[in-house]
Structures are given as structure tokens and as C-alpha cells.
């Protein structure tokens, strides 16, 4: 049971290139998440999604889009990436209604140069 | 939106010694939940504790939901406690989206 999977784990981007990032759960969770944490912070929400084919905006989500085409899978893209969106992301899963079992995948870290 | 804030910021110990964390919020939460983030990054629930406390080996958490706080207990801290813990809350009716506090990065020592 692998839980979260993130990939890739690392990245380096140029500015202005894209890239999507790949979250993918085994455990049949409704609710899906991506947040990022920078330097001496918690983690902030970017977008979310508590079903298959829905999507909706978190705290902080310009410059960045998401989709969920499939249950098990929530795809974060950077269309053109920025250095202000070097950061580790970080994507979780849950069921609905309940925070038990709420489960974060290990983390992509990021780079934008 | 709800503010969590952590205290303390940083925190040193020496092996074996006891510690209490600190997390308040400024408004009524569905569920709390403490996480501790180990020094590769991984983050790893430690309690689901929207009121009451808890209890797991040398770690304990209490919620006060009416007081808006929670205290994460370590005793007998070892130097695999090291890392940085964090208190997400959740608000009513947000699909179970967590505000995280910025947390409390903590170093034991031998």
C-alpha cells in the first residue's frame, strides 16, 4: 500500500518553462490537496478537490492550475514558471467529512532559476 | 481567514528532557491536528484531536476547543523527536482544508 505518491521529487525549472506535478493515491480518498511550504512557514493550500472532475482554488492559487480527470490521480501545472514558486509542494488526501487518515505524499521540491 | 499561531518558534533540548507546544486559533474549529515533520521533510501525523486529550508513548496532546488552544506534550525527549511540529486546524464547512500554524522547529541534543 503506497499511500501518497508524488513524482517527481525534485525539479529545476528556467523561468517561464512548465511542468506538471503528478499526485496519485491508493486509498480511494475523495478529498485531494496541494499546498506548498516555503522557508519558516507552514504549508499553504494552492487548489483542492473533493471529487473526481472538481476542482476549487486554496489560499494561495495564481500561477497555478490543477485536474483531477481521474479519482486517484490531482495534477498540479506551473504554465510559466516564476522564482517566487520555488517552494516544496506537497500533496495530500482524505476522506470526506473526517481528517483521520489524511495522508501527505513526500514532496516535490522545486526549483525556478 | 483563521489564524494559527505556534510557540514556541525554536526549541532546544537535551535528551531526556520534557517540552510543551503551544498552538492557538482565533476561531472555532472542526478538527486539529498535530504533525511532526522530520529532518528529511516527511510529514507524519502524530494526533487527530479536535477536543479532549490524548495520549500515544512519551508524545500527549490536549485540546481546550472552548479556549481556542492545544498543548503537544513530549516527555523523555529523544534525539529522534528532532524536527519541526506543526498545528493544522480545519474550519467548519471547508472540505477539510487545513490552515497550518508556522511551527515550532524543535532540536534535542545528546
Known amino acids: 500500500n503506497a499511500g501518497v505518491t508524488q513524482t517527481p521529487k525534485f525539479r529545476v525549472l528556467k523561468t517561464g518553462q512548465s511542468m506538471t506535478l503528478l499526485c496519485a493515491q491508493d486509498?480511494?480518498?475523495?478529498?485531494m490537496y496541494w499546498y506548498r511550504q516555503d522557508p519558516g512557514m507552514g504549508l499553504r493550500l494552492i487548489h483542492y478537490?473533493?471529487?473526481?472532475?472538481?476542482?476549487a482554488k486554496g489560499e494561495v492559487p495564481d500561477g497555478y492550475n490543477v485536474s483531477r480527470l481521474k479519482k486517484q490521480n490531482f495534477l498540479l501545472g506551473l504554465e510559466s514558471a516564476a522564482p517566487s514558486q520555488t517552494s516544496v509542494y506537497f500533496c495530500?488526501?482524505?476522506?470526506?467529512?473526517?481528517?483521520?487518515?489524511?495522508?501527505f505524499g513526500s514532496g516535490t521540491r522545486l526549483t525556478v532559476v | 481567514g483563521i489564524q494559527v499561531e505556534q510557540s514556541p518558534p525554536d526549541l532546544i533540548l537535551q535528551e531526556g528532557a520534557n517540552s510543551t507546544l503551544r498552538c492557538n486559533f482565533s476561531d472555532s474549529v472542526n478538527n486539529l491536528q498535530w504533525f511532526h515533520q522530520n529532518p528529511w521533510g516527511q510529514l507524519i501525523n502524530l494526533f487527530y484531536i479536535p477536543s479532549g486529550t490524548k495520549q500515544n508513548g512519551r508524545l500527549s496532546a490536549t485540546t481546550v476547543a472552548t479556549e481556542r488552544y492545544s498543548l503537544l506534550y513530549i516527555s523523555s525527549s529523544q534525539t529522534t523527536d528532532s524536527g519541526v511540529y506543526f498545528c493544522?486546524?480545519?474550519?467548519?464547512?471547508?472540505?477539510?482544508?487545513?490552515?497550518f500554524g508556522t511551527g515550532t522547529r524543535l532540536q534535542v541534543t545528546l
Open positions: 493544522a486546524v480545519e474550519s467548519a464547512g471547508t472540505a477539510s482544508k487545513l490552515t
Open positions: 478537490s473533493v471529487g473526481e472532475g472538481t476542482t
Open positions: 486509498m480511494n480518498h475523495e478529498y
Open positions: 495530500a488526501s482524505g476522506r470526506s467529512g473526517s481528517l483521520r487518515g489524511y495522508t
